[in-house]
């Protein structure tokens, strides 16, 4: 079976910078996704690690351990936008994704 | 480009009826995969079709079915719908079966309610 867990709710004030953490349990690894999903709204794509570690896009990072089965995105500067929910998706096999429950986050003023 | 469109947005079925769900994935694209989402978790796995093909399967009853037509969309079948089935179904397409890097790209899902 597939295992991902992550935090249910985090919240962080404008400007400053938050961690998600992730860690996943998996009977294959494929890549790490990671998405943003705003309520009542698709799933959209932020990052994808593969190796071992940081990915860099902007105000979003995303790292990689595969020996301990760990990820953590990292988003700066937040801004009020970026309140939405954020989910952890490892490939376990090239024909699927594996999400965790999501972490949403909530920015304030 | 137009992304991935899904139809209906929003659907009311009783129990023990039957729906369709339709997805047409990302031009150029050829895979397309569909996930069951309930309130407060992540998308769960139901299907994946890549060139018309069914070539993965999450842990969900046989009373879900899929089909991929020839210009690469696809439509979601369930039978016998259950209060249960109640949840948002995504559709998502990527380039291939999503070796390497390939994303895959979600459409606005079809909210499915069961009364």
């Known amino acids: 079976g597939q295992n991902i867990d992550q935090p249910t709710e985090m919240t962080a004030t404008e400007g400053a910078i938050v961690q998600i953490n992730c860690t996943y349990q998996?009977?294959?690894?494929?890549?790490l996704f990671w998405y943003q999903q705003h309520a009542g709204e698709a799933p959209t794509f932020l990052s994808y690690?593969?190796?071992?570690g940081l990915e860099e896009k902007g105000r979003f990072s995303s790292f990689l351990s595969r020996s301990k089965g760990y990820s953590y995105l990292l988003l700066k500067e937040l801004q009020m936008k970026d309140s939405a929910s954020y989910l952890c998706?490892?490939?376990?096999?090239?024909?699927?994704?594996?999400f965790g429950a999501g972490t949403t986050v909530t920015v304030r003023a | 480009d137009a992304g991935v469109t899904q139809s209906p947005t929003h659907l009311i079925k009783t129990r023990g009826q039957h729906v369709t769900l339709r997805c047409s994935p990302i031009?150029?694209?050829?895979?397309v995969s569909w996930y069951q989402q309930v309130l407060g978790q992540g998308p769960q796995f139901i299907f994946q079709?890549?060139?018309?093909?069914?070539?993965g399967r999450g842990n969900f009853p046989d009373r879900f079915s899929a089909r991929q037509f020839p210009n690469y969309s696809s439509e979601l079948n369930v039978n016998a719908l259950l209060l249960g089935d109640s949840a948002l179904y995504l559709c998502?397409?990527?380039?291939?079966?999503?070796?390497?890097?390939?994303?895959?790209?979600f459409g606005d899902g079809t909210r499915l309610s069961i009364l």
């Open positions: 998502a397409s990527s380039a291939n079966t999503g070796g390497s890097n390939q994303p895959q790209h």
């Open positions: 998996t009977s294959g690894f494929n890549g």
């Open positions: 690690n593969v190796l071992d």
């Open positions: 998706a490892v490939r376990p096999f090239d024909y699927k994704l594996s």
């Open positions: 031009s150029g694209h050829k895979s």
């Open positions: 079709y890549y060139e018309k093909e069914e070539r």
